[in-house]
Protein backbone atom coordinates (compact mmCIF):
# COMPACT_ATOMS: atom_id res chain seq x y z
CA UNK A 1 0.00 0.00 0.00
CA UNK A 2 1.07 3.82 -0.82
CA UNK A 3 2.06 5.42 2.46
CA UNK A 4 -1.13 7.07 3.65
CA UNK A 5 0.48 10.17 4.92
CA UNK A 6 2.30 11.10 1.50
CA UNK A 7 -1.17 11.70 0.08
CA UNK A 8 -3.16 14.65 -0.29
CA UNK A 9 -6.80 15.51 0.49
CA UNK A 10 -8.09 14.63 -3.03
CA UNK A 11 -6.36 11.36 -3.12
CA UNK A 12 -7.85 10.22 0.53
CA UNK A 13 -10.61 11.55 -0.19
CA UNK A 14 -10.96 9.40 -3.72
CA UNK A 15 -9.10 6.68 -2.42
CA UNK A 16 -11.31 5.83 0.65
CA UNK A 17 -14.60 6.45 -1.88
CA UNK A 18 -13.17 3.55 -3.78
CA UNK A 19 -12.28 1.63 -1.34
CA UNK A 20 -8.89 1.55 -1.90
CA UNK A 21 -8.04 1.92 1.91
CA UNK A 22 -10.55 2.44 4.34
CA UNK A 23 -10.76 6.02 6.16
CA UNK A 24 -9.93 4.14 9.21
CA UNK A 25 -6.70 2.86 7.47
CA UNK A 26 -6.06 6.53 7.21
CA UNK A 27 -6.72 8.05 10.16
CA UNK A 28 -4.05 5.01 12.12
CA UNK A 29 -1.29 6.22 9.72
CA UNK A 30 -1.80 10.11 10.60
CA UNK A 31 -2.01 9.20 14.08
CA UNK A 32 1.36 7.64 14.11
CA UNK A 33 2.91 10.15 12.32
CA UNK A 34 1.65 12.66 14.67
CA UNK A 35 3.21 10.59 17.62
CA UNK A 36 6.09 10.22 16.00
CA UNK A 37 7.24 13.76 15.34
CA UNK A 38 6.88 15.71 19.02
CA UNK A 39 10.03 17.34 18.02
CA UNK A 40 7.98 19.69 15.85
CA UNK A 41 5.58 21.06 18.79
CA UNK A 42 2.95 21.00 15.89
CA UNK A 43 0.21 20.24 18.14
CA UNK A 44 -0.71 21.69 21.92
CA UNK A 45 -3.57 18.62 22.03
CA UNK A 46 -3.45 15.26 19.77
CA UNK A 47 -7.25 13.76 19.38
CA UNK A 48 -6.62 10.17 17.86
CA UNK A 49 -9.86 9.04 18.80
CA UNK A 50 -11.63 11.41 17.52
CA UNK A 51 -9.73 11.00 14.26
CA UNK A 52 -10.60 6.95 14.38
CA UNK A 53 -14.58 7.71 15.63
CA UNK A 54 -14.66 9.88 12.47
CA UNK A 55 -13.05 7.42 10.26
CA UNK A 56 -15.24 4.47 11.87
CA UNK A 57 -18.48 6.59 10.85
CA UNK A 58 -17.15 6.81 7.05
CA UNK A 59 -16.34 3.72 6.20
CA UNK A 60 -19.74 2.36 7.77
CA UNK A 61 -21.47 4.89 5.61
CA UNK A 62 -19.33 3.47 2.52
CA UNK A 63 -20.39 0.49 3.73
CA UNK A 64 -24.14 1.41 3.10
CA UNK A 65 -23.20 3.26 -0.09
CA UNK A 66 -23.87 6.37 1.09
CA UNK A 67 -22.46 9.72 0.40
CA UNK A 68 -19.10 10.41 2.13
CA UNK A 69 -18.65 14.21 2.27
CA UNK A 70 -16.85 16.68 0.84
CA UNK A 71 -13.60 15.49 2.89
CA UNK A 72 -14.82 12.38 3.45
CA UNK A 73 -12.33 9.89 5.75
CA UNK A 74 -9.47 12.91 5.46
CA UNK A 75 -7.93 13.52 8.96
CA UNK A 76 -7.02 17.44 9.35
CA UNK A 77 -5.63 19.85 11.65
CA UNK A 78 -7.34 21.83 13.77
CA UNK A 79 -5.82 25.32 14.89
CA UNK A 80 -6.19 26.04 18.24
CA UNK A 81 -7.55 28.89 17.56
CA UNK A 82 -11.09 27.09 16.86
CA UNK A 83 -13.38 26.24 19.96
CA UNK A 84 -14.14 22.41 19.44
CA UNK A 85 -17.18 20.94 21.92
CA UNK A 86 -15.17 18.70 24.77
CA UNK A 87 -11.30 19.35 23.91
CA UNK A 88 -9.48 22.41 25.21
CA UNK A 89 -8.97 25.36 23.17
CA UNK A 90 -6.17 27.79 24.46
CA UNK A 91 -5.53 29.86 21.41
CA UNK A 92 -1.74 29.08 22.68
CA UNK A 93 -2.58 31.37 25.83
CA UNK A 94 -1.85 30.11 29.75
CA UNK A 95 -5.04 32.37 30.23
CA UNK A 96 -7.03 29.92 28.71
CA UNK A 97 -5.16 26.53 29.44
CA UNK A 98 -7.83 24.31 30.95
CA UNK A 99 -10.81 25.81 28.76
CA UNK A 100 -13.20 22.77 27.19
CA UNK A 101 -15.71 24.80 25.01
CA UNK A 102 -19.07 22.84 25.21
CA UNK A 103 -19.59 24.20 21.71
CA UNK A 104 -17.95 23.97 18.40
CA UNK A 105 -17.33 26.73 16.20
CA UNK A 106 -19.06 26.82 12.72
CA UNK A 107 -15.82 25.98 10.45
CA UNK A 108 -15.11 22.91 12.39
CA UNK A 109 -18.65 21.81 12.68
CA UNK A 110 -18.54 22.31 8.44
CA UNK A 111 -15.64 20.25 8.19
CA UNK A 112 -16.83 17.32 10.89
CA UNK A 113 -20.07 17.14 8.44
CA UNK A 114 -18.64 17.04 5.31
CA UNK A 115 -16.80 13.60 6.16
CA UNK A 116 -13.31 15.19 8.14
CA UNK A 117 -11.64 13.97 11.50
CA UNK A 118 -9.56 15.60 13.88
CA UNK A 119 -6.00 14.53 14.53
CA UNK A 120 -5.54 17.41 17.00
CA UNK A 121 -5.50 21.46 18.18
CA UNK A 122 -2.11 22.88 16.43
CA UNK A 123 -0.13 24.91 18.09
CA UNK A 124 0.22 28.72 17.08
CA UNK A 125 1.55 32.43 18.17
CA UNK A 126 -0.44 33.38 21.49
CA UNK A 127 -4.06 34.68 20.27
CA UNK A 128 -2.72 34.61 16.92
CA UNK A 129 -0.36 37.34 17.41
CA UNK A 130 3.10 36.80 15.62
CA UNK A 131 4.81 35.74 12.47
CA UNK A 132 7.48 32.82 13.71
CA UNK A 133 5.05 30.87 16.15
CA UNK A 134 7.84 31.67 18.88
CA UNK A 135 5.27 33.43 21.47
CA UNK A 136 3.13 30.03 22.02
CA UNK A 137 3.12 29.51 25.96
CA UNK A 138 3.35 26.06 24.72
CA UNK A 139 6.43 26.54 23.46
CA UNK A 140 7.97 27.15 20.08
CA UNK A 141 6.77 25.60 17.08
CA UNK A 142 10.05 23.95 14.80
CA UNK A 143 9.89 24.29 10.75
CA UNK A 144 10.22 20.65 9.09
CA UNK A 145 12.77 22.87 7.02
CA UNK A 146 16.83 22.84 7.31
CA UNK A 147 19.26 24.80 5.76
CA UNK A 148 21.22 22.82 3.15
CA UNK A 149 24.07 21.64 5.76
CA UNK A 150 22.59 23.14 9.49
CA UNK A 151 20.81 21.76 11.77
CA UNK A 152 19.99 24.96 13.32
CA UNK A 153 15.69 25.12 14.31
CA UNK A 154 14.10 27.15 11.52
CA UNK A 155 10.79 29.23 12.23
CA UNK A 156 7.59 28.08 10.20
CA UNK A 157 5.98 31.16 10.31
CA UNK A 158 3.06 32.93 11.97
CA UNK A 159 0.21 32.57 13.94
CA UNK A 160 -0.59 29.58 11.72
CA UNK A 161 2.85 27.66 12.70
CA UNK A 162 1.94 24.36 13.85
CA UNK A 163 -0.28 24.26 10.97
CA UNK A 164 1.83 24.93 8.43
CA UNK A 165 5.00 22.38 9.96
CA UNK A 166 2.07 19.74 10.60
CA UNK A 167 1.16 20.15 6.88
CA UNK A 168 4.64 20.35 5.40
CA UNK A 169 5.77 17.61 7.69
CA UNK A 170 3.47 14.97 6.22
CA UNK A 171 2.22 14.28 9.62
CA UNK A 172 -1.79 16.12 8.49
CA UNK A 173 -2.77 16.01 4.95
CA UNK A 174 -4.17 19.78 5.85
CA UNK A 175 -4.97 21.84 8.61
CA UNK A 176 -7.42 25.24 9.68
CA UNK A 177 -5.64 28.35 9.98
CA UNK A 178 -6.86 32.00 10.28
CA UNK A 179 -5.31 35.12 8.92
CA UNK A 180 -5.51 38.34 10.35
CA UNK A 181 -2.34 40.12 8.51
CA UNK A 182 -1.01 37.34 6.81
CA UNK A 183 -0.98 34.31 8.90
CA UNK A 184 -1.56 31.56 6.14
CA UNK A 185 0.50 33.15 3.53
CA UNK A 186 3.54 33.92 5.29
CA UNK A 187 3.82 30.03 7.13
CA UNK A 188 2.50 28.66 4.22
CA UNK A 189 5.34 30.06 1.98
CA UNK A 190 7.93 29.63 4.51
CA UNK A 191 7.34 25.86 4.63
CA UNK A 192 6.41 25.17 0.81
CA UNK A 193 2.56 24.43 1.07
CA UNK A 194 -0.15 26.75 -0.40
CA UNK A 195 -2.83 28.56 2.12
CA UNK A 196 -5.96 30.49 0.85
CA UNK A 197 -7.45 33.43 2.86
CA UNK A 198 -10.64 33.73 1.20
CA UNK A 199 -12.89 36.75 1.20
CA UNK A 200 -13.50 38.62 4.50
CA UNK A 201 -17.02 36.96 5.05
CA UNK A 202 -16.33 33.78 3.35
CA UNK A 203 -15.65 31.46 6.32
CA UNK A 204 -17.76 31.86 9.85
CA UNK A 205 -15.37 33.65 12.33
CA UNK A 206 -18.53 31.96 15.26
CA UNK A 207 -16.17 30.22 17.88
CA UNK A 208 -12.92 31.34 16.57
CA UNK A 209 -11.38 33.28 19.27
CA UNK A 210 -10.82 36.76 18.45
CA UNK A 211 -7.74 38.82 17.64
CA UNK A 212 -9.15 41.77 15.73
CA UNK A 213 -12.67 40.91 14.12
CA UNK A 214 -12.59 43.05 10.88
CA UNK A 215 -9.37 41.43 9.77
CA UNK A 216 -9.66 37.83 10.61
CA UNK A 217 -10.69 35.33 8.35
CA UNK A 218 -10.37 31.30 8.21
CA UNK A 219 -8.90 29.46 5.43
CA UNK A 220 -7.30 25.97 4.52
CA UNK A 221 -3.57 25.30 4.17
CA UNK A 222 -2.89 22.07 2.03
CA UNK A 223 -0.21 20.85 -0.30
CA UNK A 224 -1.89 21.58 -3.30
CA UNK A 225 -4.07 24.28 -4.68
CA UNK A 226 -7.02 21.69 -5.51
CA UNK A 227 -6.73 20.17 -2.22
CA UNK A 228 -7.22 23.73 -0.48
CA UNK A 229 -9.85 24.01 -3.19
CA UNK A 230 -11.73 21.28 -1.60
CA UNK A 231 -11.18 22.44 1.82
CA UNK A 232 -12.57 25.58 1.57
CA UNK A 233 -15.71 24.70 -0.20
CA UNK A 234 -16.53 22.69 3.34
CA UNK A 235 -15.71 25.45 5.65
CA UNK A 236 -17.16 28.10 3.87
CA UNK A 237 -20.52 29.39 3.76
CA UNK A 238 -23.06 31.51 5.02
CA UNK A 239 -23.65 31.60 9.09
CA UNK A 240 -26.54 33.58 10.49
CA UNK A 241 -24.21 33.74 14.17
CA UNK A 242 -21.86 35.77 12.13
CA UNK A 243 -22.96 39.22 11.65
CA UNK A 244 -20.36 39.56 8.86
CA UNK A 245 -20.36 36.55 7.39
CA UNK A 246 -21.72 36.63 3.50
CA UNK A 247 -25.17 35.35 2.59
CA UNK A 248 -23.64 34.40 -0.46
CA UNK A 249 -24.18 30.42 -2.05
CA UNK A 250 -20.86 28.70 -1.97
CA UNK A 251 -19.06 28.19 -5.57
CA UNK A 252 -18.22 24.42 -6.69
CA UNK A 253 -14.74 25.91 -6.50
CA UNK A 254 -12.88 21.84 -7.07
CA UNK A 255 -14.85 21.37 -10.09
CA UNK A 256 -14.28 24.70 -11.81
CA UNK A 257 -10.35 24.90 -11.49
CA UNK A 258 -8.36 25.97 -14.87
CA UNK A 259 -5.00 26.89 -14.83
CA UNK A 260 -5.94 28.28 -18.64
CA UNK A 261 -5.89 31.82 -18.05
CA UNK A 262 -6.23 32.85 -21.82
CA UNK A 263 -7.84 36.27 -21.95
CA UNK A 264 -6.97 37.12 -17.77
CA UNK A 265 -4.71 40.18 -16.89
CA UNK A 266 -2.51 39.62 -14.12
CA UNK A 267 -1.16 42.63 -12.07
CA UNK A 268 2.01 43.36 -10.88
CA UNK A 269 2.00 46.37 -8.42
CA UNK A 270 5.31 48.41 -8.61
CA UNK A 271 5.10 49.44 -4.93
CA UNK A 272 5.94 45.74 -4.08
CA UNK A 273 9.59 46.46 -5.06
CA UNK A 274 10.78 47.32 -1.67
CA UNK A 275 14.16 47.71 0.07
CA UNK A 276 15.53 45.06 2.13
CA UNK A 277 13.66 41.88 -0.51
CA UNK A 278 15.70 39.04 -0.64
CA UNK A 279 16.89 38.94 -4.68
CA UNK A 280 15.94 35.29 -4.54
CA UNK A 281 12.66 36.59 -3.44
CA UNK A 282 12.73 38.92 -6.37
CA UNK A 283 14.04 36.29 -9.19
CA UNK A 284 11.18 33.81 -8.08
CA UNK A 285 8.55 36.86 -8.85
CA UNK A 286 9.93 37.19 -11.97
CA UNK A 287 9.80 33.80 -12.66
CA UNK A 288 6.39 33.63 -11.54
CA UNK A 289 5.39 36.48 -14.15
CA UNK A 290 6.93 34.18 -16.87
CA UNK A 291 4.61 31.04 -15.56
CA UNK A 292 1.74 32.73 -15.66
CA UNK A 293 2.22 34.44 -19.57
CA UNK A 294 2.91 30.75 -20.60
CA UNK A 295 -0.74 30.08 -19.43
CA UNK A 296 -1.82 32.66 -21.63
CA UNK A 297 -2.20 35.87 -19.09
CA UNK A 298 -1.05 39.31 -19.96
CA UNK A 299 0.85 40.55 -17.46
CA UNK A 300 0.30 44.35 -16.83
CA UNK A 301 2.24 47.14 -14.45
CA UNK A 302 -0.51 48.55 -12.16
CA UNK A 303 0.16 51.00 -9.35
CA UNK A 304 -0.89 50.41 -5.57
CA UNK A 305 0.37 53.88 -4.02
CA UNK A 306 -1.12 53.49 -0.51
CA UNK A 307 0.98 50.23 -0.23
CA UNK A 308 3.56 51.88 1.93
CA UNK A 309 0.94 52.74 4.62
CA UNK A 310 -1.03 49.79 4.82
CA UNK A 311 1.99 48.29 7.48
CA UNK A 312 1.62 50.89 10.45
CA UNK A 313 -2.47 51.01 9.22
CA UNK A 314 -2.34 47.68 10.47
CA UNK A 315 -0.23 47.86 13.43
CA UNK A 316 -2.64 50.57 14.92
CA UNK A 317 -6.25 49.01 13.76
CA UNK A 318 -5.15 45.26 14.62
CA UNK A 319 -3.89 45.65 18.17
CA UNK A 320 -6.68 48.20 18.53
CA UNK A 321 -9.12 45.66 18.08
CA UNK A 322 -7.19 43.30 20.05
CA UNK A 323 -7.53 45.28 23.01
CA UNK A 324 -11.17 45.09 23.07
CA UNK A 325 -11.28 41.75 22.07
CA UNK A 326 -8.81 40.47 25.08
CA UNK A 327 -10.84 42.22 27.33
CA UNK A 328 -13.53 39.49 28.24
CA UNK A 329 -9.99 37.38 29.71
CA UNK A 330 -10.29 38.67 32.97
CA UNK A 331 -10.39 35.98 35.48
CA UNK A 332 -13.97 36.11 36.17
CA UNK A 333 -15.94 34.13 33.69
CA UNK A 334 -13.61 31.49 32.67
CA UNK A 335 -9.92 30.42 31.81
CA UNK A 336 -6.90 31.39 34.44
CA UNK A 337 -7.86 33.28 37.68
CA UNK A 338 -4.67 34.59 39.57
CA UNK A 339 -6.62 35.41 42.98
CA UNK A 340 -3.37 36.14 45.79
CA UNK A 341 -3.96 36.52 49.25
CA UNK A 342 -6.15 39.37 50.35
CA UNK A 343 -6.65 40.53 46.82
CA UNK A 344 -9.72 42.62 45.88
CA UNK A 345 -11.33 42.69 42.05
CA UNK A 346 -8.59 44.76 40.66
CA UNK A 347 -5.69 43.33 42.14
CA UNK A 348 -7.19 40.12 40.58
CA UNK A 349 -7.89 41.46 36.98
CA UNK A 350 -4.12 42.73 37.08
CA UNK A 351 -2.65 39.01 38.30
CA UNK A 352 -4.87 37.13 35.87
CA UNK A 353 -4.06 39.23 32.91
CA UNK A 354 -0.12 39.67 34.29
CA UNK A 355 0.71 36.06 34.52
CA UNK A 356 -1.90 34.68 31.65
CA UNK A 357 -0.76 36.61 28.83
CA UNK A 358 2.71 36.82 26.91
CA UNK A 359 4.77 39.52 26.38
CA UNK A 360 3.56 40.12 22.57
CA UNK A 361 0.03 39.93 23.90
CA UNK A 362 0.70 42.65 26.40
CA UNK A 363 2.99 44.79 24.13
CA UNK A 364 -0.58 44.76 21.53
CA UNK A 365 -2.39 45.20 24.32
CA UNK A 366 -0.81 48.50 25.44
CA UNK A 367 -0.55 49.44 21.52
CA UNK A 368 -4.08 49.02 20.94
CA UNK A 369 -5.28 50.77 24.46
CA UNK A 370 -3.12 53.90 23.82
CA UNK A 371 -4.41 54.58 20.37
CA UNK A 372 -7.82 54.21 21.18
CA UNK A 373 -7.28 56.15 24.73
CA UNK A 374 -8.79 60.22 24.83
CA UNK A 375 -6.62 62.48 23.25
CA UNK A 376 -5.40 59.65 20.58
CA UNK A 377 -8.01 58.04 19.38
CA UNK A 378 -8.56 60.57 15.81
CA UNK A 379 -5.18 60.89 15.64
CA UNK A 380 -3.94 57.39 15.50
CA UNK A 381 -7.05 54.99 15.07
CA UNK A 382 -8.94 57.22 13.14
CA UNK A 383 -6.06 58.03 10.60
CA UNK A 384 -5.45 54.31 10.53
CA UNK A 385 -8.89 53.93 9.29
CA UNK A 386 -8.97 56.49 6.48
CA UNK A 387 -5.79 54.69 5.17
CA UNK A 388 -7.03 51.32 4.67
CA UNK A 389 -10.07 53.35 3.13
CA UNK A 390 -7.58 54.34 0.67
CA UNK A 391 -6.13 50.90 0.52
CA UNK A 392 -8.74 49.53 -0.41
CA UNK A 393 -9.47 51.85 -3.02
CA UNK A 394 -6.11 51.33 -4.80
CA UNK A 395 -7.22 47.61 -4.98
CA UNK A 396 -10.69 49.21 -6.28
CA UNK A 397 -8.98 51.35 -8.89
CA UNK A 398 -6.75 48.41 -9.90
CA UNK A 399 -9.13 45.98 -10.41
CA UNK A 400 -10.11 47.96 -14.24
CA UNK A 401 -6.69 46.96 -15.23
CA UNK A 402 -6.39 43.58 -13.92
CA UNK A 403 -8.10 40.24 -12.71
CA UNK A 404 -5.60 39.32 -10.00
CA UNK A 405 -2.27 40.59 -8.56
CA UNK A 406 0.73 38.55 -8.42
CA UNK A 407 3.34 39.56 -5.95
CA UNK A 408 5.51 37.92 -3.69
CA UNK A 409 4.33 36.38 0.02
CA UNK A 410 6.65 37.50 2.30
CA UNK A 411 10.24 39.76 1.76
CA UNK A 412 12.79 36.59 3.11
CA UNK A 413 12.75 33.23 3.38
CA UNK A 414 12.27 31.14 6.57
CA UNK A 415 14.61 32.21 9.66
CA UNK A 416 16.34 31.10 12.61
CA UNK A 417 13.89 30.98 15.42
CA UNK A 418 15.60 33.73 17.99
CA UNK A 419 17.19 35.57 15.52
CA UNK A 420 14.33 38.68 15.50
CA UNK A 421 13.15 38.03 18.72
CA UNK A 422 14.98 41.54 20.35
CA UNK A 423 13.36 42.91 17.07
CA UNK A 424 9.94 43.68 16.78
CA UNK A 425 9.45 45.95 14.00
CA UNK A 426 11.70 43.51 11.64
CA UNK A 427 9.36 40.73 12.91
CA UNK A 428 6.74 42.80 11.81
CA UNK A 429 7.61 43.69 8.58
CA UNK A 430 7.50 39.55 7.14
CA UNK A 431 4.04 40.36 6.69
CA UNK A 432 4.55 43.35 4.35
CA UNK A 433 3.26 41.91 1.51
CA UNK A 434 0.07 40.20 2.95
CA UNK A 435 -1.19 42.96 5.18
CA UNK A 436 -2.64 45.04 1.85
CA UNK A 437 -5.14 42.19 1.10
CA UNK A 438 -5.86 41.82 4.76
CA UNK A 439 -6.93 45.59 4.93
CA UNK A 440 -8.99 45.17 1.91
CA UNK A 441 -10.75 42.13 2.86
CA UNK A 442 -9.98 40.11 -0.53
CA UNK A 443 -8.92 36.62 -1.21
CA UNK A 444 -5.06 35.69 -1.64
CA UNK A 445 -3.03 32.51 -1.38
CA UNK A 446 0.25 31.78 -1.00
CA UNK A 447 1.54 28.62 -3.64
CA UNK A 448 5.38 27.32 -3.53
CA UNK A 449 7.55 28.83 -6.07
CA UNK A 450 10.96 26.72 -5.55
CA UNK A 451 13.58 26.56 -2.90
CA UNK A 452 16.14 29.43 -2.66
CA UNK A 453 20.26 28.83 -2.38
CA UNK A 454 19.71 27.49 1.45
CA UNK A 455 17.28 25.18 -0.04
CA UNK A 456 13.95 26.53 1.74
CA UNK A 457 11.15 27.39 0.43
CA UNK A 458 9.55 30.22 -1.00
CA UNK A 459 6.15 31.57 -2.42
CA UNK A 460 4.62 34.13 -4.58
CA UNK A 461 0.92 35.37 -3.65
CA UNK A 462 -2.29 36.48 -5.66
CA UNK A 463 -4.28 38.84 -4.77
CA UNK A 464 -8.20 38.39 -6.11
CA UNK A 465 -11.28 41.03 -6.58
CA UNK A 466 -13.37 40.15 -3.74
CA UNK A 467 -15.45 37.24 -3.63
CA UNK A 468 -13.58 35.56 -6.48
CA UNK A 469 -11.18 32.98 -5.10
CA UNK A 470 -12.01 31.17 -8.29
CA UNK A 471 -9.73 33.41 -9.85
CA UNK A 472 -7.36 33.20 -7.14
CA UNK A 473 -7.39 29.60 -7.19
CA UNK A 474 -6.84 29.06 -10.85
CA UNK A 475 -3.64 31.40 -11.08
CA UNK A 476 -2.45 29.66 -8.20
CA UNK A 477 -2.57 26.60 -10.36
CA UNK A 478 -1.17 27.83 -13.33
CA UNK A 479 1.94 28.44 -10.94
CA UNK A 480 1.98 24.99 -9.25
CA UNK A 481 1.71 23.17 -12.40
CA UNK A 482 4.57 25.41 -13.32
CA UNK A 483 7.16 25.43 -10.93
CA UNK A 484 6.51 21.63 -10.37
CA UNK A 485 7.38 22.02 -6.71
CA UNK A 486 7.79 18.61 -5.26
CA UNK A 487 10.31 19.08 -2.62
CA UNK A 488 9.51 17.95 0.77
CA UNK A 489 11.80 18.43 4.11
CA UNK A 490 13.88 15.49 5.47
CA UNK A 491 12.52 13.94 8.34
CA UNK A 492 14.66 14.85 10.81
CA UNK A 493 12.13 14.92 13.80
CA UNK A 494 11.51 10.62 13.35
Not at 126 to 133: D, V
Not at 410 to 430: E, K, R, V
Not at 480 to 490: I, M, S, Y
Request: glycine fraction near 10%; proline fraction near 5%.
Amino acid sequence: MTDLTELGVKALRDGIATGDFTAREAAEAFNAAVEQASALNAFIVTTPDHALAAADAIDAKRAKGEDLGKMGGVPIGMKDLFCTDGVQTTAASHILEGFVPRYESTVSQKLWEAGAGMLGKLNLDQFAMGSSNETSYFGNVSSPWRKEGSNAAMSPGGSSGGSSAAVAARIAPAATGTDTGGSIRQPAAFTGITGIKPTYGRCSRWGVVAFASSLDQAGPMARSVEDCAIMLEAMAGFDPKDATSLQMDVPNWEDALDADLKGKRIGIPREYRMDGTDAEILDSWEQGKEWLRDAGAEIVDISLPHTKYALPAYYIIAPAEASSNLARYDGVRYGLRDLPDGAGLQDMYAATRADGFGDEVKRRILIGTYVLSAGFYDAYYTQAQKVRALVAKDFENAWAECDAILAPTTPTASFLLGSLNDDPLTMYLNDVFAVPASLAGLPAMSVPAGLNSDGLPLGLQIVGKPFDEQGVLNAGLAIEQRAGFVAKPEAWWC
